[in-house]
């Protein structure tokens, strides 16, 4: 039953286990722990009573998570930013598969852009605008359409350069006139954006198709239910659209979705029924069979094609080959027809947003719930006072067992063993390994999974498979 590994530290680990010494077993390992322990990491919990009408984003803040600075504006804290870089990072593999380049634009951006581009007129009132000791006016990016788009016309002259993929994940920030809902309407959020650039129209609408197909495999890694519908460009421009919504009661859209096949449509550009009681009666334009329901709908990511929306106005423009008069819908007609405006599109992920979305779809009455994928940690084990040398050494099978990808945490805090399980629930840890009365009266050890509705006991020598088989079903 978990033998003590022949090293450096055996002897010094038994002597302090035989005592019964918990400070003695801190002693002998300080400065050499490398365990993750909750006692090195801020987790601000307790002290918070849920309410009785507790939402998702209710939850985060008793789980210390992130707290609210200012109206629309958060902090996210160690526990929640560890969720965020696990989804940035499962963010880049996915881009990454398209080819794209990781870049930084600056959070700083011309109004002299905006203006150029014709944005600036229609969104000033939602713009951080402020002006350095020279008087030159800038704002605070909400988006980077213009900033990306004047860069790529200063450095890509030909057709060779293409296709280009540039994406970045970074904070943005938008004058929300009300911001709500925690992280799913704020001032300060957190973006991945996708910038696409190719030679006609023909290859950017392939390039779409490619965006699409990596956005639907990013969401089913999460779980997520994700609806795609057919949207509206609205300000952003462009002539194809398409919205990434969950179903959610506190969703601010309406799609129109079919109950017999995947399309959706976002009732803004759905053709209206002649009253709104005869919109979910209105039959499926694509199977006929079905008819279109309205949902609810909180949306997490867009894709749009612009087309030469910023390339023709910001001047990015590309040399064709002699052979090639370009695209027929978008090369120029005139004289010069050897070169062409760049077609463009731009593709958008919350990051933020997501997080407050993924909450909210899988928190129950008892707390939050993380895909494994974006977990902040797959594994906790806790303890009763009195067992934590027992509990440190099945960390370290368990980290040494499995792979050495799998995030383990210990939650060696001096409080309860309640208390540290209700905090477990709360926070939402996938697996849970209890060493408790269980073990004491028989040395077997209890393994929670409350995402797939487990509470068992499971022998010290089965314990590596069991965790493996329950993480491989998350």
């Not at 210990?410 to 063993?417: A, E, G, H, I, Q």
């Amino acid at each position: 039953m978990f033998p003590l590994r022949p090293n450096v530290e055996t002897s010094t680990f038994s002597r302090a286990l035989i005592r019964g010494s918990t400070r003695s077993y801190h002693q002998c390992h300080a400065g050499a722990d490398q365990r993750q322990r909750l006692t090195a990491m801020w987790t601000p919990t307790g002290g918070r009573t849920a309410g009785g009408t507790e939402r998702a984003h209710d939850k985060l803040i008793r789980a210390g998570l992130l707290r609210q600075s200012h109206s629309g504006i958060f902090h996210l804290l160690p526990m929640g930013y560890r969720i965020q870089s696990k989804l940035e990072s499962l963010i880049d593999k996915y881009m990454q598969s398209l080819g794209a380049s990781r870049v930084a634009l600056s959070s700083i951006t011309s109004k002299k852009l905006w203006q150029q581009s014709g944005r600036y007129e229609k969104l000033g009132s939602e713009l951080f605008n402020f002006q350095d000791r020279r008087g030159a006016d800038y704002m605070l990016a909400p988006t980077h359409e213009e900033e990306v788009t004047s860069l790529v016309a200063q450095s890509v002259k030909s057709y060779k350069e293409l296709p280009l993929r540039l994406y970045q994940t970074t904070r943005k920030y938008r004058d929300e006139l009300r911001p709500r809902h925690g992280l799913l309407r704020t001032r300060e959020f957190t973006m991945k954006d996708l910038y696409t650039f190719d030679v006609d129209t023909s290859a950017a609408i392939q390039t779409y198709e490619q965006v699409q197909g990596a956005y639907a495999s990013f969401f089913g890694s999460l779980g997520l239910p994700v609806v795609k519908a057919r949207a509206g460009s609205g300000d952003m421009g462009g002539d194809l659209s398409h919205e990434y919504h969950f179903t959610s009661p506190i969703g601010e859209d309406l799609i129109m979705k079919c109950n017999n096949c995947e399309f959706a449509v976002n009732s803004d550009i759905a053709e209206q029924p002649a009253n709104d009681s005869a919109m979910d009666a209105q039959h499926c334009p694509k199977c006929e069979a079905g008819t279109l329901e309205v949902k609810e709908a909180l949306e997490v990511g867009h894709t749009f094609h612009l087309g030469t929306r910023y390339s023709e106005p910001l001047g990015a423009r590309i040399a064709l080959p002699t052979t090639s008069q370009g695209d027929s819908q978008s090369a120029d007609t005139s004289a010069a027809r050897a070169s062409t405006h760049i077609q463009m599109g731009c593709h958008g992920i919350g990051v933020s947003r997501l997080i407050g979305a993924v909450a909210e779809h899988f928190a129950d009455p008892v707390g939050l719930q993380w895909p494994r994928a974006i977990s902040p940690y797959e594994v906790e084990i806790v303890f009763a006072d009195g067992l934590e040398a027992q509990a440190v050494q099945i960390y370290d099978d368990v980290v040494h067992g499995l792979s050495h990808t799998t995030d383990v945490l210990l939650d060696d805090r001096p409080v309860s063993l309640p208390w540290k399980l209700k905090d477990a629930d709360l926070t939402g840890y996938p697996i849970v390994v209890v060493l408790g009365q269980v073990w004491k009266k028989t040395g077997n050890i209890e393994l929670q999974c409350r995402r797939l509705g487990i509470k068992e006991t499971v022998q010290p020598s089965d314990i590596l498979q069991r965790i493996s088989e329950l993480l491989w079903q998350l």
